[in-house]
């Protein structure tokens, strides 16, 4: 299971949320390059970035941003959420270095644009499902909507979506630990390799996931618990590997 630690964009900074309010962030560091650097010396083996102003605007707007830190490491799968609504927004991240694009609120929205995107751009692309008591948010996770998270992800069992990013809305960014029961119900929805996201506190919540990692759990995706000090990027990967 991949440790993939969360490089949160707003206005140029990198920033945590809690539960998705815009107006309730935490800046941790000015420098989003510089906090990608802290990363990957940590031994991670991707890096998860979101476009939070791209996410609420419906097009990319801290692109510049997310462009240098695929430069500086180009050997390092990136992927990146917020604000992919076209496919020249999917060509410009993927040309820039990008390795997978996070589909969200189109997803939802348009789920033909998934089928079609996976068709052009093989490989590529995640779904990010992003759920609250088990139905599905979009927007910036402004809306909730009836559809159900599960019945979601099957949907595009069949379109070759590399993952799903699996996001409880209610844990994300409290520090409450993760939902690993929802996580592992979503898993099991479909054939589609889970990441799970939200609520990881410290190295129990991965050693929770890692138990049950095999039953189609990829990896997590961890902010607010690394930048406060909660949890070692480094000590979680090497507990996952075995070592």
């Known amino acids: 299971m991949l440790i993939i630690p969360a490089i949160d964009l707003k206005d140029g900074q990198c920033v945590r949320l809690r539960q998705g ?8 560091s000015t420098d989003p390059v510089d906090v990608a650097a ?7 083996r991707r890096l998860h970035l979101v476009d939070l102003n791209g996410a609420f605007a419906g097009k990319p707007v801290n692109g510049e941003v997310v462009n240098a830190i695929a430069r500086a490491w180009p050997q390092l799968p990136i992927q990146i959420g917020g604000g992919i609504r076209n496919a020249e927004t999917i060509e410009a991240y993927l040309s820039a270095g990008v390795s997978y694009v996070i589909i969200g609120t189109q997803a939802v929205k348009e789920p033909a644009f998934v089928t079609a ?11 990010g499902i992003d759920a609250k008591n088990g139905r599905v948010a979009t927007d910036g996770w402004a809306e ?28 994300d960014g409290m520090m409450q630990g993760v939902n690993v029961d929802a996580t592992l119900a979503m898993a099991r929805a479909s054939a589609i390799p889970v990441i799970a996201s939200g609520g990881i506190t410290n190295l129990d919540d991965i050693k ?9 759990i990829l990896g997590a995706i961890t902010g607010r ?4 000090g909660t949890l070692n990027v480094a000590e979680a990967q090497r507990y996952c590997d075995g070592l």
């Open 144 to 171: 909730v909507t009836e559809v159900m998270a599960a019945d979601l992800a099957r949907k595009f069992e069949a379109d070759g979506v590399s993952a799903i990013v699996y996001t409880d809305i209610d844990r």
């Open 21 to 28: 309010r815009m107006d309730d962030s935490t800046v941790f």
């Open 117 to 127: 995107m996976c068709r052009e751009f093989p490989g590529h692309i995640i779904v």
């Open 208 to 216: 929770a996931l890692q138990a049950v990692a095999d039953q189609g």
């Open 225 to 228: 618990a690394i930048y406060e």
């Open 38 to 44: 802290r990363w990957v010396e940590a031994g991670c």
